[in-house]
């Protein structure tokens, strides 16, 4: 069991999972390997601009009902903030039911990195809280508060006293990882440490962790023929939500790289089953991911029932999609478990990838029982999923060389700009949907019709690719693909 | 309440950001000895989240960075970052590079002027500046990156000044959401008054505008207080003089008032200029004949005004909006830290168009995004005493809360892409009248709507959101 929820700090996937961020072969050998503890990490001599584990910290926990973080940082640490946050002025909402993610900082200064700044931090923790009062305050630290030594848990402490909530500091320095999932998981530490409690009673709930609950009102009416209310642990999630999902009968994650940490510390606090070795994606996915559901309860009948009515209703679709992409060849780059999800998804479709890259690979999670792999390497056992693959934070340098080197018809990915680079060689790219809106047939569905609409008629793209100049030399366009890796003494 | 300054809402990102305005010059390849996700921080802040948009020639995903890490605070990174430097010298096309420290690596001590210095033989080169954010913003940053091209790359002339030549400054790229347009649209008018605008960012400039800069009559500082400090530079190391105009011009009044300021400083055609300026005119007008109708022709667009922006921004619009819109200014909120010393004169010209019943308003200089909408909270019903807001992504919420017509000025600007939008000039008063209605009739109704509106339901439970996100 990973999860220490005792100590005030979330250890970093690398040290916790033994997670890598570099890496060139197949899909089997990464499983094999990670299964067996021998993983390791390729470094680079060349690099570029990656993401940060402090944001999706914050982000997070920002996202959350009732919550303020203080962020003990430069100011500049939280400028992304509003990349998470515009989208509450567009939600369909009545006027006044929404309200920004509270996020105050201490906006460090040159003084305070030779004097320190705990004071400081004290007085924006009191000043926030007489703002906005909120329910719990989380305080995350960060590169520069780490480095000039602050004692940030200290004062969370003290302050809990003092203002009579929860205030708890979540570890969110950027420097610690090179795996901006760290920092989902310094978020699930610190949203554990404030609001999980162990339950001895059992509920007919299922905890879903995720970014957002889209989707759910397509997937409840499945959930509750097994007798289950789904509980979204998603952004706006409630100091109440949190609570139920203390009494779930188990727990499901959106990937690995975001919902392990809390389903794990689910699981370690709460007695709540985490199910993670099958998702809940595409048919095949989802069949495996019910019918574990189903008999941890004891109502296998009624799952065969609806896995049943699910592919009578969707596979047509699917199987029009499938003649429409006869032949295409994809390529993936994605987070550590839709990379491998998305390999598979497309296997259902017939459809061959050519190349998946991971942003990062976890061999193992937080789950109880390590007798159960991850999701990727339970495919490679169970239905010999293999895929040529590479593992990089984000290059998109190394990306566009694979890129170029397969010539895909279309490239899946969402967000860190892989899609961007295939659209300007004339490749389409679609912003793959991950979570409850991609869970089943129907999640199968929608996607080959997105993916079958995507790579018919690019005619805005080919004639963009004619006029795209790449910044390169000739020295990058002759490189082979996985070139930056530092050779090993 | 506590007296405690906050800092809520950025309206500024990190120092490193300011590496965007080397990224708006083409070819200027920017190398970051900073952490990770240090430059995310900065391109969510102006990018994406500010239109939408990436650099180009270099895209976010392709800057360079040594993506400091924990061993580097233990063993120092400028071994890396030579190495780095080295390798994106010999794989990107680029005219020059310019190396940047973050936070971490200027605490743990890593010397980048040293790396830099090792590049000295190198046919690009290469320059080297310090953006910690604990320093300051990304304001402070835009300034650094071009004191550094100006102390360690441009030569002084050795020809006599370029007759109408003249550079442009004030502008921060990126951080300006329509910096770009902006620069497009004020090229075209000056080249229309007989000058010879020298622009350095956007496409087709690059080394060679920049070589261009000793060699300018006069320099023209289009902004607040942005880029004095670099006139002032200019001024000294090549002998440029310098005409600082307070703003970007946006409308009638405020454009043809920098035309004729132009005319007179740099001695040009009055005659070509008062065409211009009649010709530009009469269109306009021909446009607000149309829209009569929908612009206080029985409408009710709220004339109280709300700002929470940049002073760039906030002068821009607050210029044009009390002397072209009829709007009153309430309460104005200046949220990119200005120095002390620049306060008054953002004050003064705020306050300087007048009109009938004019009363005075309050000015906030703060770092807190957030202070605006805390000040319209104060008023439970906004109903009884409508206003306008015009500030950034942050506060469209607020305006959508009270129902108040709302105008992204200021980034962060991310609900819609920009693309060649600019409020600038004559055709700038007609981008902001389709914008600014368009708005406001979908936040009023009005009285003879045939429409019934469900009362029973009350804002009071937080809907669950979905947050845009990436994983």
């Known amino acids: 069991m990973a999860v220490n929820l005792k100590v005030s700090e979330s250890a970093t996937r690398e040290n916790r999972l033994g997670s890598i961020t570099g890496y060139n072969g197949t899909l089997f050998e990464l499983a094999k390997s990670g299964c067996a503890g021998c993983l390791q990490n390729k470094k680079r001599t060349f690099q570029t601009t990656s993401n940060c584990a402090h944001t999706h910290c914050i982000n997070q926990l920002a996202g959350l009902a009732g919550t303020l973080v203080v962020d003990h940082a430069p100011g500049g640490c939280s400028a992304s903030q509003i990349c998470f946050s515009a989208v509450k002025s567009r939600i369909p909402a009545p006027p006044g039911t929404l309200q920004h993610a509270r996020v105050i900082s201490t906006d460090l200064n040159e003084t305070d990195t030779i004097f320190g700044a705990l004071d400081k931090l004290r007085d924006r923790v009191r000043a926030a809280y007489d703002r906005h009062h909120p329910r719990e305050i989380y305080i995350a630290t960060s590169c520069v508060s780490a480095i000039i030594g602050e004692d940030v848990n200290s004062v969370a402490d003290e302050l809990t006293q003092e203002l009579g909530i929860p205030v708890v500091m979540a570890s969110a320095e950027g420097l610690r990882s090179k795996i901006w999932a760290s920092g989902f998981d310094a978020y699930c530490h610190a949203a554990s440490r404030a609001r999980l409690k162990p339950k001895n009673e059992r509920n007919n709930t299922i905890n879903y962790i995720g970014f957002t609950n889209l989707g759910q009102d397509k997937v409840n009416p499945l959930f509750e023929r097994l007798g289950l209310e789904l509980i979204a642990l998603t952004a706006t999630a409630s100091i109440e939500d949190f609570d139920r999902a203390c009494s779930s009968v188990a727990s499901f994650g959106q990937c690995g790289a975001q919902s392990s940490y809390l389903c794990g510390a689910l699981e370690d606090v709460c007695d709540v089953r985490y199910f993670q070795h099958h998702l809940p994606y595409g048919g095949i996915g989802f069949e495996r991911f019910f019918r574990d559901i189903a008999k941890h309860i004891g109502r296998e009948e009624d799952a065969e029932a609806v896995i049943a009515e699910e592919k009578a209703k969707y596979m047509p679709i699917i199987e029009e999609n499938k003649r429409r992409l006869k032949g295409k060849r994809v390529f993936i780059a994605l987070g550590a478990s839709f990379a491998y999800e998305y390999t598979r998804l497309l296997k259902e479709l017939d459809i061959e990838t050519v190349h998946a890259v991971a942003y990062h690979y976890d061999p193992k999670l937080d789950n109880a029982n390590q007798e159960e792999k991850v999701a990727a390497a339970t495919d490679v056992i169970e239905l010999k999923l293999d895929v040529e693959t590479s593992v990089n934070d984000g290059q998109a340098v190394e990306t566009l060389q694979l890129i170029r080197k397969y010539q895909p018809d279309a490239v899946l990915t969402r967000g860190h700009d892989a899609g961007s680079w295939g659209v300007v060689e004339g490749i389409p790219a679609l912003g793959c949907e991950i979570g409850l809106i991609l869970m089943g047939y129907r999640g199968l569905a929608m996607f080959s019709t997105a993916l079958a609409d995507l790579v018919t008629n690019n005619n805005m793209l080919k004639n963009l690719a004619k006029h795209y100049k790449a910044p390169f030399s000739a020295n990058y366009d002759n490189l082979a693909p996985h070139s930056f890796y530092r050779k090993v003494v | ?471």
Request: charged share 25%; net charge negative; hydrophobic share 40%.
């Open chain 2, 1 to 471: 309440m506590s007296e405690c300054k906050l800092y809520e809402q950025n309206r500024t990102c990190c120092a490193l950001g300011g590496i965007f305005t080397a990224l708006a010059i083409e070819k200027v390849l920017p190398v970051l000895h900073a952490g990770p996700g240090c430059h995310s921080q900065s391109g969510g802040f102006l990018g994406m989240a500010n239109g939408f948009t990436a650099p180009v020639t270099y895209p976010d995903s392709a800057v360079p960075s040594t993506n400091f890490c924990e061993e580097d605070v233990v063993f120092g990174g400028a071994d890396r970052l030579r190495k780095l430097t080295e390798e994106a010298l010999k794989y990107y096309n680029a005219d020059l590079a310019i190396i940047a420290s973050g936070c971490t690596s200027e605490i743990v001590g890593d010397n980048i002027g040293e790396v830099a210095g090792n590049f000295e033989d190198s046919d690009v080169p290469v320059l080297h500046v310090s953006l910690p954010g604990f320093k300051g913003n990304n304001v402070w940053g835009h300034s650094q990156v071009l004191n550094a091209i100006i102390d360690q790359y441009l030569t002084p002339r050795e020809v006599k000044a370029n007759k109408g030549q003249v550079n442009i400054f004030g502008i921060v790229p990126y951080f300006d959401p329509y910096w770009f347009s902006t620069l497009e649209k004020l090229e075209r008018l000056l080249l229309d008054l007989g000058l010879k605008p020298n622009i350095i960012y956007g496409p087709g400039k690059g080394i060679a505008a920049l070589n261009r800069v000793p060699d300018a009559e006069f320099n023209l500082i289009l902004a607040p207080w942005t880029d004095l400090d670099i006139a002032e530079k200019l001024k000294e190391k090549f002998g440029t003089p310098y005409l600082h105009y307070p703003c970007v011009p946006v409308g009638i009044s405020e454009t043809t008032d920098f035309i004729h300021e132009l005319v007179k400083y740099a001695d040009l055609d009055i005659n070509n200029a008062e065409e211009i300026i009649k010709k530009s005119e009469s269109r306009i007008y021909y446009y607000l004949q149309q829209q009569a109708k929908a612009w206080y022709g029985g409408s009710m667009m709220p004339k109280r005004l709300f700002v929470n922006a940049s002073a760039a921004a906030a002068l821009s619009f607050v210029r044009f909006a009390i002397r072209d819109m009829n709007f009153i200014p309430y309460k104005v909120f200046i949220t990119e830290d200005v120095p002390e010393e620049r306060q008054t004169y953002i004050i003064e010209k705020l306050k300087e168009p007048k009109y009938d019943g004019w009363q005075d308003f309050d000015v906030v200089f703060t770092t807190d995004g957030g202070a605006c909408d805390i000040e319209i909270k104060k008023v439970k019903d906004w109903s009884l005493s409508r206003a306008t807001l015009f500030g950034t992504t942050w506060d469209e919420l607020t305006a959508k809360n009270n129902a108040f017509p709302f105008l992204a000025i200021s980034a962060p600007s991310g609900n819609d892409v920009i693309i060649d939008k600019s409020y600038f000039g004559y055709d700038g008063e007609l981008v902001f009248m389709r914008d600014l209605y368009n708005d406001s009739i979908r936040k009023f109704l009005g009285s003879g709507a045939v429409a019934k509106l469900d009362v029973a339901k009350t804002p009071s439970v937080e809907r669950k959101v979905q947050a845009a996100h990436v994983c």
